[in-house]
């Protein structure tokens, strides 16, 4: 009778314990991040410490660097065995149980919704990555730190983590500063006549560099993943320490206003009469001149600091660059006026 009731009390133990064990498993998720990505810092120190406070040993992540060698291929891994399409590849990325969340926006939205689910269903393992278990830290899950930090290791340098976009951003960066040389030489000489074409196409252009200068800004205001295209990683770019002038500023807020000041130098130069119109004609290769350097800087930051490529912003680049070219030969101040009785003139 005595061993029935230590047995009994044994078992009535063991079901009481049961429960908080199954309760106590973790959810474990990886988080791939960037040192210089502004969404990702937000995340990580905004975001992820009220959910460490709120679930502690219940909640591990595996915080990945995709700035260095292992991270980025761990992060490749990620991409071809969740599919994750073009429009979503970019950082922070977080992966927890089934689910891929991308951005600044949708991490901190369906995370807390996510861990509850997946506490309640008995916690969730790391994802099933190739490499992964190199990365976790060699300690039992119940002791290792939330969130957790994966070791250092060796750096890629930021122009061979992607070779042909980076490339690519290398030559249009060229491109650039044979127009800036030409730019400087031609500035002193006395220019032709204005051909029409080259007039016409000063708007066409400043609306087209407003057009992609929006959608930029609307990307880097909101947090949601752009679309890249076939190459390049626009959004490791948006999602960069240099994606706001000053810290402030979103650069496409910037380039709306860029493209804007043109548009409207140009529109002044030819609808009004005497100093007004002769100012704002001369301001249009300024304006354009200042653009081109800028871009020239933001340029050099993608394939040589960020380590990404941005097809957005290189549109842009080529665009500004263009203008410069178009407008070059108003650097004199004179322009094609909207009255009839100011012909073509000369720069």
């Not at 891929?100 to 991490?107: A, D, K, T």
Request: aromatic share 8%.
């Amino acid at each position: 009778m005595r061993r029935f009731a230590v047995v009994f009390a044994a078992l009535a133990l063991a079901l009481c314990i049961s429960p908080v064990l199954a309760a106590a498993a973790p959810v474990r998720a990886v988080l791939f991040y960037s040192p210089r990505c502004g969404h990702c810092h937000t995340v990580i120190t905004e975001y992820l410490p009220p959910l460490q406070q709120r679930y502690g040993d219940q909640l591990h992540i595996l915080l990945v660097n995709v700035d260095e060698a292992q991270g980025a291929t761990l992060y490749r891994e990620a991409v071809a065995q969740y599919a994750i399409p073009q429009d979503r590849r970019g950082v922070p990325t977080m992966i927890i149980g089934d689910t891929v969340l991308v951005g600044s926006v949708e991490i901190p939205q369906q995370l807390p919704g996510l861990v509850e689910t997946l506490l309640a269903r008995g916690g969730s393992d790391w994802p099933a990555l190739p490499g992964l278990a190199a990365l976790l830290p060699a300690v039992p899950a119940a002791e290792a730190m939330t969130p957790v930090e994966a070791p250092a290791l060796a750096e890629t340098p930021p122009f061979l983590r992607d070779m042909p976009a980076n490339a690519l951003a290398v030559l249009v960066l060229a491109g650039m500063a044979v127009m800036i040389i030409h730019a400087g030489i031609s500035w002193s000489r006395p220019g032709g006549a204005v051909p029409a074409w080259r007039d016409r196409g000063i708007p066409l252009l400043a609306l087209a560099g407003m057009g992609v200068a929006t959608y930029l800004a609307l990307i880097e205001t909101t947090g949601h993943a752009a679309v890249c295209g076939p190459v390049g990683n626009c959004n490791a770019v948006q999602q960069s320490e240099f994606a706001r002038l000053f810290g402030i500023i979103p650069i496409g807020v910037a380039g709306v206003a860029g493209y804007g000041a043109i548009l409207i130098a140009w529109i002044v130069a030819h609808a009004t009469r005497g100093r007004p119109g002769v100012l704002a004609a001369g301001a249009l290769p300024l304006l354009a001149l200042v653009g081109t350097l800028f871009s020239i800087y933001l340029t050099f930051l993608e394939p040589f600091v960020i380590g990404a490529t941005c097809a957005w912003c290189l549109t842009s680049a080529v665009i500004i660059t263009a203008l410069l070219w178009f407008s070059m030969p108003y650097r004199t101040g004179t322009g094609i006026s909207w009255f009839p009785d100011r012909a073509e003139q000369k720069a």
